[in-house]
């Protein structure tokens, strides 16, 4: 299906890009000479618009079947030189550091009723405070970034946002939040943040 400019496939395992997405895509801060890493490619379409910024770029899923359909769009548009890698959060990345990271983080908060048995459960099951991969993911932050480096990342006001400022700013990051819309019954919102 084409998705703004671009031609991307999907299936029913893996997370049909959507406006938190496009909130990310559209709104990338990357230099030419950056090094970027997205968190939780899904179909990829992410780093696709990253790739137009920058030809180091990094994606990484843990849902296997994501990552197949991301190399496969990835290819359909032309694109045959962003690194791939298989694991949870930063498991793949032991020693290796970054200018950039991106994750559309799995935000809504989940009861035992709303888990589905498939791996597109990974694309927004966030525990039951939104927050059980968003925590583990901004302690690991300042270990893969280098000096000065940034970090775009997705949060619904359903998971405390606050609590994401307090973390990064002890941290050592400034973050702001770079856009933000309104749904139903939350904002999603860009946080934008630079290790200082």
């Given at each position: 299906?084409?998705?703004?400019?671009?031609?991307?496939?999907t299936?029913?395992?893996?997370?049909?890009?959507?406006?938190?997405?496009?909130?990310l895509?559209e709104?990338l801060q990357?230099n030419?000479?950056?090094?970027?890493?997205?968190i939780?490619?899904?179909?990829?379409?992410?780093?696709?618009?990253?790739?137009?910024?920058?030809d180091?770029i990094t994606?990484?899923d843990?849902?296997?079947?994501a990552?197949?359909?991301?190399?496969?769009?990835?290819?359909?548009?032309?694109?045959?030189?962003?690194?791939i890698?298989f694991g949870?959060?930063?498991e793949?990345?032991?020693?290796?550091k970054f200018d950039?990271?991106?994750?559309n983080?799995?935000y809504?908060p989940?009861?035992?009723e709303?888990?589905?048995?498939?791996?597109l459960?990974?694309?927004f099951d966030g525990?039951?405070?939104?927050?059980?991969?968003?925590?583990?993911?901004?302690?690991?932050?300042?270990?893969h970034?280098n000096?000065h480096?940034?970090?775009?990342?997705?949060q619904?006001?359903l998971?405390?946002i606050?609590?994401?400022?307090?973390?990064l700013?002890?941290?050592?990051?400034i973050?702001?939040?770079?856009?933000?819309?309104h749904?139903?019954?939350?904002?999603v919102?860009?946080?934008t943040?630079?290790?200082?």
């Amino acid at each position: 299906m084409k998705m703004g400019k671009y031609n991307i496939k999907t299936d029913d395992l893996v997370y049909e890009p959507a406006e938190d997405t496009f909130l990310l895509a559209e709104n990338l801060q990357i230099n030419p000479e950056d090094s970027v890493l997205e968190i939780g490619t899904g179909s990829g379409l992410v780093a696709i618009y990253a790739r137009e910024k920058s030809d180091k770029i990094t994606v990484s899923d843990i849902n296997i079947n994501a990552l197949e359909i991301a190399e496969e769009n990835f290819k359909n548009n032309g694109i045959n030189d962003i690194e791939i890698k298989f694991g949870n959060l930063y498991e793949p990345f032991e020693n290796r550091k970054f200018d950039v990271i991106l994750f559309n983080t799995p935000y809504l908060p989940t009861e035992k009723e709303d888990i589905i048995d498939t791996d597109l459960n990974y694309a927004f099951d966030g525990g039951v405070d939104g927050r059980k991969v968003i925590d583990p993911f901004l302690y690991g932050l300042k270990n893969h970034l280098n000096k000065h480096g940034k970090v775009q990342m997705i949060q619904s006001s359903l998971s405390n946002i606050e609590k994401t400022f307090e973390i990064l700013e002890s941290e050592g990051f400034i973050c702001e939040i770079t856009k933000k819309e309104h749904f139903f019954f939350e904002d999603v919102v860009l946080i934008t943040a630079t290790l200082i």
